[in-house]
């Protein structure tokens, strides 16, 4: 046989070895470079870890009781099958979709989420300016940090919604709807999964409240997460925009404020005091969806509050196909709940989701790098979105539908 000639060797010289030598300028933004080393939101959640303190991370991370309904929510996605076509013509491919009347750029929306500066002091303004600046939707939470006017003053451009509560006030509740409406948000979204608050055992066990307490535990935490807290004492006070009482637990605060005899009568009434749409966050049947559907809202978002209030909730990926069937074409259905990646995004939208709502993968950018920290989120959505529409064979979002996708048994 004859020799190899890729088996000679030879004394290696500095030109060998130069060529794979890679020397970078060092960063000045430490922040940024570690944020652009996560390739995923699993890198970021692990980075939000190790900078924040453990009870704000658990109020983010965790979910209700023995926490179910957030792990089937993740095995479900977990077995999600693509069926992609081969042979398209894919050199061009449409990400954007218009949500209730109002164009975006990719079919996703970063959703409510309440307490967020104590994530990050950046908070609010800085997921809204991120959002804005990628072309993505926002809805403002009524338990948010930041008020619907100072979001506006602060970030101006990008589509802004609004979640609503109903208060037992319902005087309180007709201010705020005049106060959003005046601050120019187009949309609300009334959430009405939560006549009480969950039982988050995470957070009784860390003894989470809003704002923190300070005690020897506290104190020790400190020393671990000197960041966070230099943010948190040395910023504006730590408070809720639409609340009064802005002291207490996750519980405590809902039970003071929330309505928990909240009915349909409540959503004709809304309808009468809103013109523009309404969506109804919470929806967990096809029944209810139907329901509201009747009272002439524009959208329903199938949601159990991230796995947030009752535990062993219905996966909402499961109740899509059900949902879609018992509401008219008019209505607008939406989905969220344990949506960690671009491909989550795009299942949904295969499932038939008009768009996918996200929460927790923005909350771990935030925590992990404040506003630079969503916009990677973003960024890692976006990419995984283009990548898994050209790798589907699909050129438009619009042409996403259930023959692309099928479930796994478990």
């Not at 309808?271 to 029944?287: C, D, F, L």
Request: net charge neutral.
């Amino acid at each position: 046989m004859p020799e190899n000639p890729f088996n000679e060797r030879h004394v290696p010289k500095w030109s060998d070895v130069s060529q794979f030598l890679t020397l970078r300028a060092p960063r000045l933004d430490l922040n940024r470079a570690r944020l652009e080393a996560c390739a995923d939101v699993w890198d970021l959640r692990r980075l939000a870890r190790s900078r924040t303190p453990q009870a704000v991370f658990d109020y983010v991370d965790g979910s209700a009781a023995s926490e179910v309904t957030l792990k089937r929510q993740r095995d479900l996605y977990s077995r999600i099958e693509f069926l992609p076509k081969v042979l398209v013509d894919v050199a061009n491919v449409r990400t954007g979709v218009k949500i209730l009347g109002v164009e975006s750029d990719w079919p996703f929306v970063l959703g409510p989420t309440g307490f967020t500066r104590l994530m990050n002091h950046e908070g609010e303004v800085g997921v809204g300016a991120a959002a804005a600046r990628n072309g993505v939707h926002y809805a403002l939470s009524t338990l948010g940090t930041t008020s619907p006017e100072e979001l506006q003053r602060a970030v101006p451009k990008g589509r802004k919604m609004f979640q609503l509560y109903i208060w037992r006030d319902r005087s309180f509740s007709r201010d705020l709807l005049a106060r959003v409406k005046g601050a120019g948000y187009d949309t609300l979204i009334l959430t009405v999964d939560t006549p009480i608050a969950g039982q988050r055992l995470r957070d009784v066990r860390n003894g989470f409240s809003i704002p923190p307490r300070l005690t020897l535990k506290t104190l020790f935490d400190m020393s671990l997460h000197p960041a966070w807290w230099f943010n948190l004492l040395t910023t504006p006070a730590l408070e809720f925009a639409s609340l009064s009482s802005t002291g207490g637990t996750v519980a405590e605060l809902i039970g003071q404020v929330f309505d928990p005899q909240l009915t349909m009568a409540d959503v004709e009434w809304l309808r009468s005091e809103w013109s523009g749409p309404i969506v109804i966050k919470g929806i967990q049947s096809a029944a209810d969806a139907a329901l509201v559907a009747g009272a002439g809202v524009d959208g329903v978002l199938i949601s159990n509050h991230g796995g947030r209030q009752l535990d062993r909730a219905p996966v909402p990926l499961e109740v899509l196909p059900k949902v879609l069937e018992a509401v008219p074409e008019r209505v607008e259905v939406f989905v969220d709940g344990g949506v960690m990646s671009g491909g989550d995004v795009v299942a949904g939208l295969c499932m038939g989701a008009k768009a996918v709502f996200v929460g927790r993968a923005y909350l771990y950018g935030l925590m992990a790098g404040g506003e630079a920290g969503v916009e990677q989120v973003i960024r890692i959505f976006t990419k995984d979105i283009l990548n898994q529409m050209v790798l589907l064979g699909v050129d438009d979002v619009a042409k996403l539908n259930p023959s692309m996708v099928r479930v796994r048994e478990g």
